[in-house]
């Protein structure tokens, strides 16, 4: 894996988005897991949080690494 870049979606070409209510507490937890990781590569709170929204959006669930992966495929596409 590449490094990724400390940006937001929208900054990556990527449609931000929230995710359903029933999914907000997911995404949560999905960004309070993968944020050691994230800020330790230059995220910040808000880029982590708004990442997880939209990953959650779109994907529906998964771990920090398919998560981190995909934030990496979409700043590549």
């Not at 029933?22 to 230059?42: C, N, S």
């Not at 995220?43 to 998560?67: L, M, N, P």
Request: no cysteine; proline share 6%; aromatic share 6%.
């Amino acid at each position: 894996m590449r490094d990724i870049e400390p940006e937001r979606p929208k900054d990556a070409g990527v449609e931000e988005d929230t995710p359903p209510t029933m999914q907000i507490e997911g995404a949560r937890v999905l960004a309070d897991d993968a944020r050691p990781l994230l800020e330790g590569k230059g995220f910040s709170e808000d880029q982590i949080r708004r990442w997880a929204d939209t990953y959650i959006s779109e994907v529906g669930s998964g771990d920090v690494r398919s998560f981190i992966d995909w934030i990496d495929r979409r700043e590549r596409s």
